[in-house]
């Protein structure tokens, strides 16, 4: 496991890869065929189908979604260290349209952030800690990292990475 550590604007994301299931089929795209040449918003959280997960911070940026676009973004992503049907399951079942997911099943693209932690103490195994991102070209242009980031805390803030503060960060760094 990586040392924890708030990723910077200016670091590149992990090359990783990303396994989908679409069509009855198991489809790998890299972060590159993801990220690169685009300006993304990309938000991680502890897992689908829990609390804060399903009745805030998704639905939040589902809802915020066409203005985020509007603000000189190419997409949304909603990242979790689940598998492709845990997470298309979940956005089935949350009735999500347009944030399209991104599972981290093995935890790759968390752990290449930093900010993979150990939540064993509620069952969990590996997840990833919450945060929000902006990245343009695979590179972080700004993160949004909850605070008290460490293994096996009972903590679960979701503060920093609403897509209230998003917005607010887009709409002053909108580009020419």
């Not at 998704?58 to 598998?83: A, H, K, M, R, W």
């Not at 099943?105 to 900010?115: I, K, T, V, Y």
């Amino acid at each position: 496991m990586s040392m924890l550590k708030t990723p910077l604007p200016g670091d590149l994301i992990p090359e990783v890869q990303f396994i989908f299931r679409e069509e009855g089929q198991f489809v790998t795209r890299s972060s590159f065929d993801i990220f690169n040449e685009k300006r993304v918003v990309i938000f991680g959280l502890p897992g689908a189908f829990t609390p804060t997960c399903s009745a805030y911070q998704l639905p939040g940026f589902e809802e915020n979604y066409d203005e985020i676009l509007e603000l000189g973004i190419d997409e949304v992503y909603c990242t979790s260290v689940n598998d492709a049907f845990v997470m298309n399951a979940w956005a089935e079942n949350q009735g999500i349209e347009k944030v399209k997911m991104l599972p981290d099943g093995n935890g790759s693209f968390a752990e290449g952030l930093g900010l993979l932690v150990e939540k064993k103490n509620l069952g969990f195994g590996s997840r990833s800690w919450r945060y929000a991102a902006v990245i343009n070209n695979g590179v972080i242009e700004f993160m949004f990292v909850e605070s008290g980031i460490e293994h096996n805390t009972g903590a679960d803030s979701y503060v920093e990475s609403e897509p209230e503060k998003v917005l607010r960060y887009l709409k002053q760094n909108k580009p020419n």
